[in-house]
């Protein structure tokens, strides 16, 4: 992950087979708590209109630190047949 990424208060990133990027973004001011952080799929990922603005959000959660945000939706992000479903859920796909 690029550190330019992280300043962006990505945490968790990876793509979707199909192109896709799956994101843990922090929604709150870093060093900020508790934590706020959202799943997202940028559909624009790799393309020229990627970074412009932020997907909706797949799931919000609050917790205390970065890191048991990233431990408590790395499950749902690191799973292409959850990831499909809350977008079905959200209207999204």
């Given at each position: ?29 870093a060093g900020e708590r508790p934590v706020i952080v959202v799943l997202e799929v ?28 990233v431990e408590a939706l790395t499950p749902h992000a690191s799973d292409d047949r ?12």
């Amino acid at each position: 992950m690029h550190l330019a990424r992280f300043m962006d208060g990505i945490l968790y990133e990876r793509t979707l087979p199909h192109g896709p990027a799956v994101r843990i973004r922090r929604v709150t001011t870093a060093g900020e708590r508790p934590v706020i952080v959202v799943l997202e799929v940028d559909r624009r990922a790799g393309t020229p209109r990627s970074g412009e603005g932020h997907p909706p959000p797949l799931m919000q959660i609050q917790m205390a630190t970065e890191e048991d945000a990233v431990e408590a939706l790395t499950p749902h992000a690191s799973d292409d047949r959850r990831v499909v479903q809350l977008m079905r859920e959200q209207g999204l796909r």
